[in-house]
């Protein structure tokens, strides 16, 4: 047993080594661009710029309204399927696992083929609609998770008592859905927004081929060009990462916790 | 399926029919967004210039630079889904059975949500920064006498790209591994050593048989995520690793195949990969929820 505990330490040493080693580097490297000193100077460069805000602006914004039209399609079918329709349940969860199967590159080249300038619904030809196709990519990449997410927390309430009980009040199935059944699944909902969130803030293959002034393409192009504002970009990225996962573990513990009280 | 006759206290309110209205968007939108642009390629992959239906497309991947590019990402993604497994599993196993710390379990965890979700753009920056020719650990090593460049080393190689790949291919298998690992009931271990099993024998003839199935869906699983992936690859090498999504990614900007066929034949080749991996991920996770149950 002696030798399994070393082993252990052993191979989590060296985890933290390889997972913490390029952490390190990226920031030692984000604060060399004064010559000959430690200073802040990349990213002051970084955040001063107004490609990096523009961009940053459009992908935020996208990244709400993609957050808006995931929970608008997802909570209702997850409801119902739950609810009513329980023999769709196999085929929609085929559906919300299709974006992990369908590589990103081949879905967007497909959005290109089938909505192009030369087709029957040309969304690339106009900027708003080139912005609204990748929203509903972006919503498709989404889908996994915020299904699963929505998923789990409808299965830990009771819907149907609720939804019976809130009939027998007379209420509509707009007010069930949005004044009943939402605020009791808002940690899964919220799980869902963050991890979507940090998948689309800084996604390249489909704004790039899109032609959209994202984050993602933004960041490709200073890589390409720049020398030191790159890596402070990473340890930005990194960090937004970090508060969104952070974010989850805030919001999905709170869940744990009513569920497992008696 | 047939439907077992509830007792039912009253009559519902809403129609079936509400339910449907419900669902509609969610179909609506798969349709537009998910299965007709797939299904569009797919089609494509099989058409010629004026629609008619052809096999010329596939054969014509055949060619020396297009079967390269799908060796070179197959090579990259069996490559980088090993070693993900393998490393993944390791550490899976020693933070949740290794008798650590209680809290590296909830640590490593949320580390590899994170670092599963650190992929792209930034991630090839972290890498440049830290085994690029001026990186931290590169100029680290040369410092105690190990010049990773003289001896043959490049990051904007396989080995740099597989290298790369890791940090989002550990993390991933310790999410995807450790559901499996927590089903291994201590009652099996308690009945091994009760019936005189040396630790080794509990091992390879108890938990290796059990955990197999999982592993290598899981396996299958990393390789189909590093097959698909494009942004780091693409912001490390440029065009220079030659994998086929950023051939792909090339032919969609520039055309350069000069045959948009082609490029749907291309499209058709990554989806059956990353079709047939998942499927069989599927199999062999179904399999194994048998014992976790």
């Known amino acids: 047993m002696k030798s399994g505990k070393f082993a252990a330490w052993a191979a989590m040493i060296l985890g933290v080594a390889y997972f913490l080693a390029p952490l390190i580097a990226t920031f030692e490297f984000s604060l060399r661009m004064r010559r000959g000193e430690y200073s802040f100077d990349a990213y002051r460069v970084v955040l001063a710029s107004g490609n990096f805000r523009d961009s940053f602006f459009y992908s935020t914004v996208l990244a709400f309204v993609t957050i808006i039209v995931g929970v608008l399609v997802v909570v209702p079918t997850a409801y119902w399927v739950q609810l009513r329709l329980p023999r769709l349940r196999g085929l929609v969860e085929f559906i919300t696992l299709l974006p992990l199967v369908v590589p990103a590159i081949v879905l967007v080249f497909g959005y290109i083929k089938l909505y192009g300038s030369s087709s029957i619904l040309p969304l690339t030809a106009t900027s708003l609609g080139a912005d609204a196709l990748l929203m509903f990519g972006y919503v498709g990449l989404g889908l996994p998770y915020m299904y699963r997410s929505v998923e789990t927390a409808l299965r830990s309430i009771d819907v149907r008592t609720l939804t019976e009980a809130a009939e027998s009040q007379g209420a509509g199935i707009f007010t069930i859905l949005f004044h009943i059944i939402l605020p009791n699944i808002r940690s899964g909902i919220l799980s869902g927004a963050f991890l979507t969130f940090a998948i689309v803030i800084g996604e390249f293959t489909f704004a790039s081929l899109l032609d959209r002034p994202a984050f993602g393409p933004y960041l490709q192009l200073i890589g390409a060009s720049k020398a030191y504002e790159p890596s402070a970009l990473a340890i930005i990225a990194f960090a937004l990462t970090w508060a969104c996962m952070g974010l989850i573990q805030l919001f999905g513990s709170g869940v744990r916790f009513s569920v497992d009280k008696p | ?293």
């Open chain 2, 1 to 293: 399926m047939t439907t077992v006759a509830t007792p039912t206290t009253r009559v519902p309110r809403f129609p079936n029919a509400a339910a449907w209205i419900g669902v509609a968007p969610f179909f609506v939108f798969a349709v537009m967004f998910l299965i007709l642009p797939t299904a569009s390629l797919l089609v494509g992959a099989f058409q010629d210039h004026d629609g008619a239906f052809t096999l010329s497309n596939l054969a014509r991947l055949w060619q020396p630079s297009i079967l390269h590019s799908y060796s070179l990402s197959i090579e990259v993604s069996i490559a980088s889904a090993f070693f993900g497994a393998l490393i993944g599993l390791a550490l899976a196993i020693a933070a949740l059975r290794g008798g650590l710390p209680a809290w590296v379990r909830p640590t490593l965890m949320t580390f590899s949500g994170v670092a599963s979700n650190f992929a792209g753009v930034p991630l090839a920056f972290a890498f440049m920064a830290t085994l690029g020719r001026l990186g931290f650990v590169t100029i680290l090593l040369r410092g105690v006498g190990v010049d990773l460049y003289a001896s043959g080393f490049s990051l904007f190689t396989f080995t740099g790209l597989t290298l790369t790949y890791l940090y989002f291919q550990i993390p991933l298998m310790v999410l995807v591994i450790a559901p499996a690992i927590d089903g291994l009931k201590t009652e099996w271990s308690e009945a091994a050593d009760i019936l005189g099993a040396g630790r080794l024998q509990y091992w390879r003839m108890i938990v290796l048989p059990i955990l197999w199935p999982s592993v290598l869906g899981a396996s299958l699983l990393l390789f189909a995520n590093a097959f698909g992936a494009i942004a780091t690859a693409y912001a490390l090498t440029g065009s220079f690793l030659n994998i086929v999504p950023i051939l792909l990614y090339a032919q969609i900007r520039g055309d350069v195949l000069h045959d948009p066929n082609l490029g749907y034949a291309l499209a058709f080749g990554m989806l059956l990969i990353t079709g047939l991996s998942n499927v069989a991920y599927l199999y062999l996770r179904a399999r194994s929820d048998r014992w976790l149950k």
